[in-house]
DNA sequence: ATGGATTAGTTGTACGGATGAACTTATGCC
DNA sequence: GGCATAAGTTCATCCGTACAACTAATCCAT
């Protein structure tokens, strides 16, 4: 049986979470904190019922009270409620073809640490590579100081991850097949050890972010198509704010999606493919491809609209089989959005069978850059908003900083 | 705010739904009927609770209990309990491109009535179609003799259908465009006008059906990509026994993926075409096609082979972009199998990137001949195990039931 | 037959959690 | 200072599930 029996607890934990998430959800919208009432009308649970939710989420750390605004209107003012800063911890990491790194964020969404390394890792040894994000990891944890509480880990990866072993299975853009990053990782990092990450794709993750952005509360939860342009292109689908991974978390793969005389997508639209069809060299990174289109170089200009129509016809597959009109430009193609959105769009307006009753639409990414490690702090930290009862502190224990899990704490 | 706040009423019904669905999952899956007790051990909840659960169901007319079986162990006997025959009923009618029809299920998963009409509508007028289809839903219902309640009516259309409005945007192999479909019906019937049809895409429904012809309690529920070969070839995806619909329930449109040389998977593996790749004329019908096969005329299988590289192509895609890779060969396909299975395994297991660590299978349908109009009453039908306490029968006012409390003048 | 073993289902009490109404607290406004 | 207003708390009540003890109905061994 998947769906499982509701009791007295289930009630409880269900509405803590929704108090939880309907606190925190006014951050990221940059609204103003909630009260007890707030969330009691949002909600529709009885005010009673929200104060004792909301007692024990601030009694458990998971919430914590503001000082009382100087009230505008009559009436008892209200106290507003927010994440405690720096309480609960994930760690978001990533290793992509040219940099590593680590995020870590709070409850709040606040970014507490951030360490990068940028490097070319084609072809790199992933036994020199995930010590040296091992150090990240352990530098960023020695700068928090033990403060907060860590929820977890999550690692973004440029290719196919097995989730439930740890290990990637193929990664072609680092050359990287059947790596057991997980337990590499684990005994470079302490950290990671008592941790395990959680990995996942990374445009799987830079989609989680992108979701966590585009919320509004209020509005229902979006839902879009995301296509990472890395080195490599990879895409992620959102459904009502959800992650839809698949069986195994591989969905989204539209690298190989043949465009047209034999050529996958990412021989057409991957960076390197561009660079080279602009008249320039891979080396030259980036920023000389949006130079060369800035300053309307035709060969440069071209090239983009002939990516931007590959892309555009891929996603229209996409969009033909998972029905979400909306598209969300990321990574490299967010930069290269002003000469690609229009080519897009038309390619998803001549080959979306559903376009004339449900335009398709080409956004720009809205979240931070490099999303995937936020994406993967958020990973964690999900966790805690669908389940707050496993995360609450019981204050007879210790006001500062005890260990949820039974792990070995990685400083005692 | 999409989740909403969790009272003690949902409790109950989250449990009744939990309970009514363990009772019944049982069905399709031609396992012996469930007592109490094996609902109290199948769903964790207490036996007490359970029996409590149980009862008000059998009150509301949602479950029955049968004879005691003759016991095989020592012990009180069990007292088996199934859905009772015929009282809660959903109309389940299809509109295709050689066929129309109607089929009448009970919540036991029981064909009650059955009504088909072959004839071409290929490029047929809506106004002279429709009020046939209404005619048969009245047989129906007359046959039924206003036995069963009626719990809604659905139907299955080979093309886009806008759920919201009724209308069918565009079916291109019935030339059908911008058609009120349901406004047309309430006027052909009155039992459609007093349950206005949910309109959906005849693969979806076809999945649908077969979802649950693939339901095994105790495994996790099925995940699957269905291809419905008619004259126009539709797909599906089942994701944990549920439908995959997207945003509007326009997911799945398959038949214009271009598969090589500029040509849709239609236009390649489409009836009308594999009967004229292999030296048939589209009149000839598809037994034709099966028998030339059968006797290994070359042309014929040859023809085949090249559909089925097509269709596996095209299935690549899908699987790439939402990693399922189990595939569910419907409808016309589904009497081809012999002949397609092959290539399209071959064609998945070339194309997907995945395939090394997720082996695709290839399998044929399962469900009864004609799944759309199955699928569309289990549409209906779903809405009840979902919802169990909408569809109970107050006690009070069963004509047989003596009223519990002193009547306060019922009716007049 | 009779009593024990075994399993199904019921009864009654306890407990946890949400609710609504009344109440207290804290402000602005006249 | 009194009134209006709004936030948050207290308390009695209701509802649904759990647990344990109980009754019911069978097989089986003696």
Known sequence: MRPTAARQASLREHNLGLVLRTVLEVRAAHQP?????????????????????????VAGG???????????????????????????????????????????????GTVLDERLAHRDL??????????????????????????????GTALALPG?????????????????????????????????????????????????????????????????????????VGAALVLDGELFGGRHGWAGEVG???????????????????????????????????AAAERGDAVATRALAT?????????????????VPDVVLGGTYARLAPWLRDPVLAALRRHVLAAPWAQ???????AAPLPAMTGAALAQLGRVLAHPVDWLVDPADQPDAPTPTPATAPSA
Chains 1, 2 share one sequence.
């Open 33 to 57: 904190p909630r009260s007890r009432a707030d969330v009691a009308a949002a909600t529709g649970l009885a005010k009673a019922t929200v104060s004792a939710l909301v007692d024990q989420l």
């Open 62 to 108: 998971l919430l914590a009270e503001l000082a009382p605004a100087t009230p505008q209107r009559a009436g008892r003012p209200a106290v507003p409620l927010t994440a405690p800063t720096g309480t609960l911890a994930a760690i978001g990491a990533e290793v992509n073809v040219d940099y590593l790194g680590v995020r870590v964020l709070d409850l709040a």
């Open 122 to 151: 084609r072809g790199s040894a992933p036994d020199e590579v995930l010590p040296l994000l091992g150090e990240l990891v352990e530098q960023a944890v020695a700068a928090l100081g033990g403060g907060p509480r860590l929820v």
């Open 160 to 232: 196919l991850v097995d989730r439930s072993t740890g290990i990637l299975r193929y990664a072609p853009n680092l050359g990287w097949r059947d790596v057991d990053v997980a337990g590499m990782l684990a005994d470079a990092s302490p950290t990671l050890a008592a941790y395990p990450p959680l990995l996942a794709n990374e445009a799987d993750l830079a989609a989680r972010a992108e979701a966590d952005a585009r919320e509004v509360p209020g509005t229902g939860r979006p839902s879009f198509v995301y296509v990472s342009g890395e080195i490599g």
């Open 256 to 290: 190989h999606i043949v465009v047209g005389e034999g050529r996958t997508l990412e021989q057409v639209a991957g960076q390197d493919a561009m660079l080279r069809a602009a008249g320039l060299s891979a080396d030259d990174g980036l920023d000389s491809l949006v």
């Open 307 to 323: 990516a931007g129509g590959a892309l555009g016809l891929a996603l229209a597959n996409v969009v033909n089989v998972v029905d």
């Open 360 to 366: 398709p639409r080409v956004d720009v990414a809205l």
